[in-house]
């Protein structure tokens, strides 16, 4: 499983901040080879020089930046070389495109870092509308802090006039990108260039970002934007091979398709027809169960308060349960963030892993009932503190879904902590001796054995915490009886495990041939799932039969 572990590690291990730092860019004007006495400064400068001699034509040219690049033409100029257009934060999808303008902190000094526009001819007397958005989240109770400048020039100095001061006492913490609007009329008609000024006095605070910065003439009235598409619910496949992420409904399970937008006043979800869908209708929808039989295509539409509509046409395509079909499927989507919780009072008892309320949590994987897979094992995700609980027994069991809950015992295996949890924030991988056949609804449970964590002493899963209520995959054994942790603590969490698995058959279950039908055709497969020619040699192998009225049945042989 390397190269899904890499996919995974992918998905798992994400890093505060993925801007690269830009490296200093500074506009080249041209030169024209002039006597001293003949140089006038900028093209500003030029043209209110050249006033009343000549009629200036021009015309303004909006501005709509959302910095997806670094040569986009705008000037940064950042002492600390620390401002990059074109780059984003691992956590903060972008307001436009997929990229925006970042300026990181200095831990050694304050912040005055500029990004100023390319010039642009403003006419005295018209009101131009100046718009952008701006992450700005400080830090442990300190607040970052900007300003949104014009002036004629494109340098500092010449930013002479601040439209939008969120500097000083103006300063706030702003955990997601939001919009700050002003106005500007110029006295004199002419070139201008905006700004965009990061400068917090304290040291050490956070990144900032900005995105979408516009320059109209008329009022902006925001676009209805959908940011991101996330799934959740069901069983998410990763395999790259089916080119879009696969949705496997279970018998009752539901999937839920949750989007994030931006300016978004009207919302509404679009499905094939006699597909139901319910839920929240402006955030979420619900896709009733038992729907996946073949590709479906969803479209969203949202609107904004110019009634404008950004459609986006969802497909999600499910694969028929034939053999040698791979899958790596897990019950988190991609768009979902590893944490890590803790369950008790003294803050080192883990959610996921031994604490004081339980020891035994599962990890729930519903199936469609008709669908039998051969499972080579799982990737999990294990935080792990402390050597002393290194040759402590683990058992890890496979279990039959029953009733909703863990029930009859499939296979047990036992590692130790140590083997199971190395490494902090590490992706481990737990493969069975043997592949294991499964059909419907499953457990993989985890039984640990009684320990205290302490601040130096502890393990657990990192999880996917606070999903949609309805999409809890985790279990734990409290008081005797197996029980949902949102009705534990409130909250829908699941655990970051992939399981690898081959779908075998799509027969209600492997049973004994039935002798009293005729039989159409036989095929043989190996326990992986791999068609092959009947087996010779001694072995378990997968027998398919296909009767002449059209039913088939799956038969496990010894030979």
Partial sequence: MKN????????????????????????????????????????????????????????????????????????????????????????????????????????????????????????????????????????????????????????????????????????????????????????????????????????????????????????????????????????????????????????????????????????????????????????????????????????????????SSDNSSITIASKEYAADATMFVSNISPAESAVMVTASADGFSYLAGPNSYFTQIAESFEMPANATISMNGFVHSAVYAGATIGTEPLTVSIKQAVDGMPGTVIKSYTTTLGEFFAGDRSVRSFTFPEPLQITGSFFIEFDFPTFTATATDGFGFATCWDRPAAVNSLYANYDGAWMAITDLFGQSVSTLIVIDATVVDSADGIENEVADKEIATESYYSLTGTEMAKPAQKGIYVKRVVYTDGTSKSVKCIH
């Avoid at 006095?201 to 003439?217: E, G, I, P, S, T």
């Fill in 4 to 307: 899904f572990t890499l996919l995974f590690l992918a998905l798992f291990m994400s890093v505060s901040v993925g801007a690269q730092k830009a490296t200093q860019v500074k506009k080249a004007k041209a030169q024209t080879p002039v006597r001293q006495s003949q140089v006038l400064g900028t093209a500003g400068d030029l043209i209110n020089n050249v006033k009343g001699m000549q009629k200036i034509t021009a015309s303004f040219t909006p501005i709509d930046e959302s910095f997806e690049t670094e040569d986009n033409g705008w000037t940064i100029t950042d002492g600390a070389d620390l401002m990059s257009s074109g780059a984003g934060l691992t956590d903060t999808p972008a307001v436009d495109g997929d990229a925006y303008l970042i300026s990181m902190y200095d831990g050694a000094a304050s912040r005055n870092a500029w990004a100023i526009s390319p010039s642009t001819y403003l006419e005295a007397g018209t009101t131009y509308y100046v718009s952008v958005y701006a992450y700005v989240p400080g830090y442990e109770g300190v607040n970052d802090e900007f300003a949104i400048t014009v002036g004629q020039g494109d340098t500092a100095i010449k930013q002479s006039t601040i439209l939008i001061n969120k500097k000083g006492d103006n300063a706030e913490s702003i955990q997601s990108f939001t919009q700050f609007k002003a106005e500007f009329t110029p006295t004199e008609s002419g070139l201008y260039n905006f700004g965009i000024n990061h400068c917090t006095v304290a040291k050490d605070v956070n990144a900032v970002a900005f995105d979408l910065f516009q320059v109209h003439d008329a009022p902006i009235i925001p676009t209805a934007k959908i940011a991101e598409i996330a799934y959740t619910g069901g069983l998410c496949s990763y395999d790259t091979d089916h080119g879009n992420d696969v949705f496997l409904a279970g018998s009752t399970s539901n999937i839920y398709l949750n989007a994030s937008t931006s300016n978004v006043t009207s919302f509404a979800w679009m499905a094939p027809l006699g597909v139901n869908i319910v839920g929240d209708a402006t955030t979420s929808a619900l896709v009733a169960n038992n729907l996946f039989a073949g590709n479906n295509t969803f479209t969203l539409s949202v609107a904004g308060d110019n009634e």
